[in-house]
Structures are given as structure tokens and as C-alpha cells.
């Protein structure tokens, strides 16, 4: 520790000399946009040549946040924004319109036990003790609507913190009111939140989705089927929606990937069902 007569730092700190930036004597030179910190101007930041200065700020953000906030490992969800809780799913039916309105609507009420399924695993998962190196399998969504919701919803009902990755839309999206307020983040570049989404991710539960979900997805599995990620538990719920909408074995029958490529997720249906594979693969009890 450094004496009375020795000081901690040479320099004043930026949040210290902020202020006294923030307030000059007014003339022709400190008024003018080139006066400012760097660090304080807006439209110096949002220029196209600060771009990966940008990268750098979303990625270092929420990894600070996170890091400070003892998050070790995650259980990332990913799933449609579209499907309705169960004690909504019989309204979205009755204000659809007949025709293509309607079975639309319909197809997505008859999937609101998916709802259900991924707020009970999100339980269960918020269930595990932290331990020397942090808070474990702490559950990870996209921080908005629907499946996102349940799985944010799932660790609250368990007491437990939970992670919100929303990303700005041209269309309004509000973080769920089940996220953690201090650990709720919102990302410009897709890109450095699906790096987030992954970097600490121990499982990861698809539910059934559309193209957010199917970019997620597939990313992942890319990433494992190539060596950049080490082999986790992937989950796909609902084999009869998946193998409608993706012919896995059409892909290893091309020949576009291995056949043992198909051995990268599991086809699940109920939230004991995939934790019970989480606890086998990690040992825990």
C-alpha cells in the first residue's frame, strides 16, 4: 500500500475531469463540436470511421457488467418472439380474423406450451449453486417477448438473476419486466450480440422460431461442427416443428454435412428431459 506521501495515481480520472470539460469559460473556440472530449462526443462517436471503436464499447459493456456481476456461465434461449403464454394463447385466437389470420394464429396458440416448457427450465436451471468461480448456468435470452419472456420469467420465479440481450429495432422492443435491470443490455451490431450470447454459454435451448432463431442456431452449430466452440448441449424443442421446417438428414443424404454432424443437438420435448442431459454432460448432481 502506498504511504500518505506516495499517491495512488499521477493522473486525474475521466469521470473526475469530466465536469470541468463540461463547463468552460463560453468563447468562439470551446463552443466549437472539435472542443469536446472525445469521449463525451456523440457525433464524433457515431461517425463510420469509429465503427470498430463501437465494436469494442458493445463488447466491452456488457463482458464488464457481466464479469463484475459474477456471471461464470449461462443457459442461452433462444426462441420466436411471436408465440403467446398459455393464458393468452385462446385471446390472440379469438382477435384473429378468419382466413390466413386465423390459422396463423391458431398455429401459434397450439404452440403456447412451449411458453411453459421453457420457463420450467429456466427454473431448473437457476436452481444451481454458484460456486468458487461464480454464478453457473445463469439464464440468457434476448431479453424481449414470448420465449424469451418465459425463460426471464422461469429465473425470477426462482429468485435468481437473469440475463436480457435486446438489440435496437426499427419497430419498438421493450426489455420483458422479468430481466435483471443491471443485467439488461441493448446492442446495435447483431454481431457482437450473438458473440455475447456464446461467450459464456454452458447449453443452449432453440425453441421453435423464425429467422433471429434459426441465425442464432445455426451459427452455433457452425461454430461447433467447425472447432471454434467446444461441444455443449444444444437443445432443439419439439422434434415434429424442427423436422417439418429443416430436413437434417436431406442435409447428411447431400452430403453438405457429416452424418455425425447430426449428433451436435438433441431433439427434446420437456424441460426435464433436457436438464437431465445438462446434468449428465457437466457431472452435476
Known sequence: MPSPATPARLFPTARAEAPLANAPTATAQTEHPAYALAFQDTEFLLRDDLRPVRFQLELMKAELALAEAGIASTFVFYGSARIPAPEDAAALVAAATLGDARRTAESLAAKSHYYTVARDLARLASGVTPDAAGRQFVVCSGGGPSIMEAANRGAADAGAVSIGLNIVLPFEQLPNPYVTPGLSFQFH???LRKMHFLMRARAVAAFPGGFGTFDELFELLTLVQTGKVA?????????SFWERVVDFDALADEGTIARSDLDLFHFVETADEA?????AHYGLA
Open 231 to 239: 461441444r455443449l448441449p444444444i437443445f432443439l424443442f419439439g422434434r
Open 275 to 279: 436438464w437431465t442431459v445438462v446434468k
Open 189 to 191: 451490431y447483431f454481431a
